[in-house]
């Protein structure tokens, strides 16, 4: 069962839309890649995939625009507009994002575990690595990790 949530992120300056799948589990922010949106995941598969362990109550799948690596792909700006977007794309994970799972998972100190692949990756990697306390695991998969490309 998919869900849909949007709003406007005072952060990003932009409406944003995050994705949900399975009803409980351990939460798991899948980032999309470059050019994805919150339902890239269910597009190519991988929420079919995985669909045993959200049916089974084992995981529950959150997902988010790729606000950040879209402005990247797509040269908005410059480098110091690219990264500034890229610091508010991780704080709007950080205050909104995740208070959004634990509110929906009714678990106010709930660890979320990150998901990504190519930019995904790197955003899976950096938010975990930046907020240890709140993201516990990360699964990189065939990341990006050097922005300048």
């Known amino acids: ?3 849909v949530g949007k709003w406007r992120s005072e952060r990003l300056g932009r409406d ?3 994705a949900r799948w399975g009803t409980f589990g351990q939460p798991v922010l899948l980032f999309a890649t470059a050019g994805g949106d919150a339902e890239e995941g269910e597009r190519m ?3 079919r995939a995985v669909s045993p362990l959200v049916d089974s109550g084992k995981i529950k799948i959150y997902s988010v625009d790729s606000v950040a690596g879209a402005a990247l792909l797509a ?3 410059d480098a ?3 990264m500034w977007l890229q610091n508010q794309f991780q704080q709007y994970v950080r205050h909104e994002v995740v208070p959004a799972i634990r509110t929906d998972c009714k678990t106010p100190e709930a660890e979320v575990w990150t998901a990504g692949a190519s930019i995904g990756a790197f955003h899976a990697v950096s938010v975990l690595c930046r907020w240890p306390d709140v993201f516990a695991r990360a699964c990189a998969m065939s990341g990006t990790y050097d922005l300048r490309r």
């Open 80 to 82: 110091r507009h690219q």
């Open 1 to 3: 069962m998919k869900t």
């Open 16 to 18: 944003v839309t995050m």
């Open 45 to 47: 598969h991988l929420v």
């Open 75 to 77: 040269r908005e700006g």
